[in-house]
């Protein structure tokens, strides 16, 4: 496996036309407006109106890039000081603020699922996160459990509303279009043959989905919460 930057050497000093901060910002702007199969060095090149080879000064392969891109990330989510807000009103607020920074950014349940994170904003998230559920009375291996817990909650249940709405986009479709679309199909679908779920179908009719989403993420999420108070 290759190494990850962070436990590398930079071998080369900066150049003063283009800092990786640049060059890690247009990523991450790039990566917004077209995913991961969009993300290019040459793309990135264009975007910073730059030569290839004044990216490569900077990241020496895409998989680099993306580690310090992913990093860059994980410093846009908010863990509250289990001191001042608790451990439960803490672990909600973590909750929704990585909510917000995957759908802020869509690819990234994709880009982090196959790369190791430990960039520093990475590891200071992890150390505040778990000091939310040492607070709450988590110990040893419990501790790693209760976050990745968490973690995976999140990460999972926005993956896949983000996935959801990738795919409205594409679909050339408002949210609204789409879902009068799949609910006429749904009903049509249920017939006589299946009463109960005609009638749960016909629940759904006007709905805001995205509001419904929000709700269904803290409902799963309190039963989480819910789960992790029973067991202490």
Not at 1 to 18: A, F, I
């Amino acid at each position: 496996m290759r190494s990850s930057v962070w436990t590398r050497e930079r071998r080369r000093p900066p150049r003063e036309t283009l800092s990786r901060e640049q060059v890690v910002r247009a990523a991450i702007e790039l990566l917004d407006s077209e995913g991961l199969n969009g993300l290019s060095m040459r793309k990135l090149a264009e975007r910073l109106s730059a030569g290839a080879t004044s990216i490569y000064w900077h990241v020496e392969t895409k998989d680099d890039l993306l580690e310090y891109v992913i990093d860059e990330i994980y410093g846009e989510v908010d863990v509250p000081d289990a001191d001042l807000a608790g451990w439960r009103s803490g672990a909600i607020l973590l909750a929704h603020s990585l909510r917000a920074t995957i759908l802020r950014h869509p690819w990234l349940p994709e880009a982090i699922s196959s790369r190791i994170s430990i960039g520093p904003n990475a590891m200071s998230l992890s150390r505040r996160a778990t000091a939310l559920f040492r607070s709450a009375g988590f110990t040893g291996f419990d501790l790693d459990h209760a976050a990745g817990a968490l973690f995976s909650y999140v990460i999972g249940s926005t993956g896949s509303q983000a996935a959801w709405m990738a795919t409205v986009k594409a679909s050339g479709k408002t949210v609204n279009e789409w879902a009068n679309e799949v609910y006429a199909q749904a009903l049509a679908a249920a017939k006589d043959d299946y009463p109960e779920q005609k009638e749960r179908i016909a629940d759904w009719k006007d709905v805001d989905l995205l509001q419904m989403q929000s709700a269904s993420f803290s409902f799963g999420l309190e039963c989480l919460l819910d789960g992790f108070a029973a067991r202490l």
